[in-house]
């Protein structure tokens, strides 16, 4: 038997949070994947629930030969992703497990004039032919 002076002595284990409710004018998808690394299959589902928790659709699907962990997180996100979009869906929270390819990101709409320089270089590719792709530090001289 444990006494209860012990008990407090020891960490405690962190209680599960619930559900995360999302503000009322988005719905939230929560995002599983199943992968197998024998089969190289993965197996992805979504569950799309409003403010209140009610689900609202939920979908499964199934891809094969994924070769790696990493590529199953990415296929999944990627899917869900599509899947909101075909759906509508355009205030969506995406909730994917702790080990999955994203930790926390948020994405965002700007205006064409705050998105400029970025825009300017995907231009470059259809108005200056230039098809190379790269990543670079710093800023480009010509914006």
């Known amino acids: ?7 407090e002595s020891r960490p405690q284990c ?5 559900w995360v409710v999302p503000p009322r ?6 995002i599983g994947m199943k992968w197998s690394n024998t089969k190289k299959e993965l197996g992805v589902a979504w569950i799309l629930r409003n403010s209140e928790g009610s689900v609202l659709l939920h979908s499964r699907r199934s891809f094969l030969r994924v070769l790696t962990k990493d590529k199953a997180y990415y296929l999944s996100l990627v899917w869900a992703i599509e899947s909101m979009v075909s759906l509508k869906c355009q205030r969506v929270y995406f909730a994917i497990e702790g080990g999955m390819l994203l930790l926390e990101w948020s994405v965002m709409k ?6 400029r ?3 300017l270089i995907a231009s470059s590719v259809i108005n200056c ?3 190379q792709s790269y990543v670079a530090r710093g800023y480009l001289r010509w914006l």
């Open 1 to 7: 038997m444990v006494r209860d002076e012990e008990m």
């Open 14 to 18: 962190r209680q599960e949070i619930g």
């Open 25 to 30: 004018q988005f719905v939230k998808c929560n």
């Open 110 to 115: 700007e205006t064409g004039d705050i998105n």
């Open 117 to 119: 320089d970025a825009r």
């Open 129 to 131: 032919d230039r098809f």
